[in-house]
């Protein structure tokens, strides 16, 4: 478990959460881009909940460790769609060779 810090607010979640979390902010950030994400976490009050943090070059996070022995909430999917989104962007793929356009003389006025 990982202490999210956004604002004002801190929550609890897992550690693979925390971190997918603080990569994906980097990376958008890196990219002059902004999204939202949603994850659930534990509040203060032991509540658990989905937290929606705005991330941008702006935002503010900051995780840390607990030594906390609560169960973390099952963030699996959030963490896997977040893991895709930073590959996408960091990887993007190249055009395949055999998608490329290629000029027909038909195409192009004036050539016989």
């Given at each position: 478990?990982?202490?999210?810090?956004?604002?004002e607010k801190s929550v609890l979640m897992g550690d693979d959460a925390a971190?997918?979390?603080?990569e994906y902010a980097r990376v958008v950030a890196d990219n002059d881009r902004a999204d939202t994400v949603t994850l659930q976490s534990i509040s203060p009050d032991g509540n658990t909940v989905?937290?929606?943090?705005?991330?941008?070059?702006?935002?503010?996070?900051?995780?840390?460790?607990?030594n906390s022995e609560l169960?973390?909430?099952?963030?699996?999917?959030?963490?896997?769609?977040l893991q895709d989104r930073i590959?996408?962007?960091?990887r993007p793929t190249a055009p395949m060779s055999e998608d490329?356009?290629?000029?027909?003389?038909?195409?192009i006025p004036g050539l016989r």
């Open positions: 478990m990982k202490h999210v810090t956004y604002g971190d997918v979390l603080l989905d937290s929606a943090f705005l991330l941008n070059a702006s935002t503010i996070l900051m995780i840390e460790s607990t169960n973390p909430p099952d963030n699996t999917e959030t963490v896997t769609e590959d996408a962007m960091t490329r356009w290629q000029p027909d003389d038909q195409d």
